[in-house]
């Protein structure tokens, strides 16, 4: 696509390099840019930004704490081999709902689109506490899914409303911060819950605290929106088929991906019909969205209008994938090669959680003090490259020092990648699409989770299969070419046989999980590849938003001087 990042309609801001200003100007300006907006921060807007984190850690806690929970909540639902949607609903409702909640948050306002995300997400939790089957479980968890996909566009939103993008990446710490909390945390209270009390309290837990950030959001979340126009006008100016089109392609491709391998080979009608009617609806929507005909199209075209947006966008999917395509088999090396017990592994992996998320957090401060983003970007694809390199070496003799050493050039890496993406989307397009813009990299953010989790599970069991006759038990065989050997790959399933069988078992694994990790390099190579054309563009100081505090209306806090 044409590059126009040097065209007014990018606001003025000139290309890193283009234009070289006087740096002790430049700093000197900034620095009385940062003065002047700190000082306008008062307790409304921290306030704010507490109740954003509350609803980060409530989001961050759910999406895994399920993990250690499952097994158990499977067991007293009597839910049998539906199992897997419970988890796998979460993450399609939450991917699917993204650009229309964007959408609705420029019409309605990002207080009544907050607001909503919450209730919606109260309501699921309540929904999957209180049910007594698979069915209402599930239906729960596809609610509480779409609540923690508005949840994390709608974070975003608002921290772009509030300050200016040079200083988002100081905000986003703060909330990552939390968000690593209630990531590492989760799985422990997860474990806590079912042991102590009832299931139940898994996501009943989610009320009182969800019910507390709602009510901060409800008295502080007071911004400024368009209330010129009846509720009816701006329900009229929503994508309607743009929406359908996207929602009824994604679920196509997700309900694919759910089956693949776990239902059906790959290369069964009940998979190759929704992948290629939802690819075909990916093509559909791409093309309906650029009709001149759409007045307010969900996903404008006008975002991918130059080269970064292009390749941010790209990369950020490709990362996405890689992203899960790690925390499966990550552990999945430690129980299954290391013989790690579930409980160990997840103390194991905590090296990858402690090191990323300060990292990640890290990366962002350092983004906004020296307003750079390129050499982030290709350092934390080199360490990712590297990482995933490194870990294709592992096997059952890898030394604890060394392991942890490949975690935490990979973690770097993830951290550096995942969260300075979206600034740099942001800085290539006008604040005006800053919503869409967000809902629209957080969508395709989800939608790599998916085909990381598909695309690496694929990989492994054709693998273990082709590994398989390396294993002289008719029945260690029969599990590992089953197509679903992730479930085998487990410390109770290795030591359930003797030996020579034993080692055998543990060879396929280790050599399975060697050649995953080799075909992943190349995909962060690619993205390494694609950042070395990335255009570092200026982090604009100026805040310039239609959806400032309401507090600051009139006053000219809303415009901060560069």
């Known amino acids: 696509m044409p590059s126009n990042e040097n065209t007014p309609a990018d606001l003025g801001h000139q290309e890193m390099g283009s234009v070289r200003p006087d740096p002790s100007d430049q ?12 000082s306008k921060r008062g307790f ?3 306030a704010i930004i507490v109740a954003l984190c509350i609803v980060s850690l409530l989001s961050a ?4 704490v399920v993990v250690t929970s499952l097994p158990t909540i499977v067991e007293k639902l009597n839910i049998g081999e539906d199992y897997v949607w419970i988890s796998n609903v979460f993450f399609l409702t939450s991917a699917v709902v993204q650009p229309l909640f964007g959408q609705l948050a420029n019409l309605f306002g990002r207080r009544h689109m907050a607001l909503s995300i919450v209730a919606i997400y109260i309501l699921g939790s309540g929904v999957c506490g209180a049910a007594n089957n698979g069915g209402t479980l599930i239906a729960g968890r596809a609610i509480q899914g779409m609540g923690s996909g508005g949840i994390n566009m709608i974070i975003d939103v608002i921290v772009s409303d509030l300050v200016p993008l040079r200083q988002r990446g100081n905000f986003i710490a703060i909330i990552l911060a939390v968000y690593g909390l209630g990531t590492t945390l989760g799985p422990l209270l997860g474990g806590i819950i079912v042991e102590t009390t009832s299931w139940r309290w898994v996501f009943y837990i989610n009320l009182p605290i969800g019910a507390f950030a ?12 368009d209330k010129s126009t009846t509720a009816l006008e701006r329900l009229r100016r929503l994508d309607y088929v743009g929406n359908g089109i996207l929602i009824a392609s994604t679920v196509s ?3 694919a991906l759910t089956w693949a391998d776990a239902l059906y080979p790959w290369a069964d009608w009940h998979i190759l019909v929704p992948l290629v009617v939802g690819l075909g609806g990916m093509v559909l929507f791409v ?3 650029g009709l001149p005909c759409v007045a307010d199209p969900v996903m404008p075209l006008r975002l991918f209008s130059n080269r970064t947006a292009v390749i941010v966008y790209i990369a950020t999917f490709v990362n996405a994938m890689q992203n899960y395509w790690l925390f499966f088999f990550i552990p999945l090396y430690f129980q299954a090669v290391k013989l790690a017990s579930p409980a160990e592994s997840g ?3 905590l090296v990858f959680s402690l090191v990323g998320i300060p990292g990640a957090a890290i990366a962002l401060m350092i983004m906004s003090r020296w307003g750079r983003y390129k050499i982030i970007h290709l350092t934390g694809s080199a360490l990712f490259t590297l990482g995933i390199g490194l870990f294709s070496m592992m096997d059952q003799n890898t030394a604890t020092v060394a392991w942890v050493f490949f975690n935490i050039a990979a973690a770097l890496g993830s951290g550096m990648l995942t969260n300075t993406f979206l600034p740099a989307f942001q800085a290539s397009l006008k604040e005006t699409d800053q919503a869409s813009a967000t809902a629209s990299w957080n969508f395709i953010r989800s939608f790599g989770n998916v085909w990381g989790v598909a695309i690496s599970a694929a990989i492994f069991n054709s693998f273990t299969a082709a590994y398989a006759p390396l294993v002289d038990d008719a029945r260690a065989r029969a599990s590992l070419t089953s197509g679903n050997s992730y479930s085998s790959a487990t410390k109770a399933f290795v030591e359930s046989f003797e030996e020579p069988v034993k080692q055998q078992i543990l060879t396929v694994f280790t050599k399975s999980l060697q050649k995953l990790f ?3 390099v190349p995909f962060s190579g690619f993205v390494f590849l694609l950042i070395l054309f990335e255009k570092e563009i200026a982090l604009r100081t100026e805040l310039k938003t239609e959806f400032g505090l309401e507090e600051r209306e009139g006053t000219g806090s809303d415009r901060v001087a560069p």
């Open 518 to 520: 080799m075909i992943g």
């Open 44 to 46: 409304q807007f921290w």
């Open 347 to 349: 103390v194991d992996l």
């Open 27 to 38: 700093d000197s300006q900034e620095s009385t840019a940062d003065l002047d907006e700190k």
């Open 61 to 64: 806690a759910e999406n895994t």
């Open 214 to 225: 709602f009510s901060l959001l409800f008295i502080f979340l007071r911004v400024k929106w």
């Open 253 to 255: 491709i997700l309900v």
């Open 287 to 289: 093309v309906f969205e």
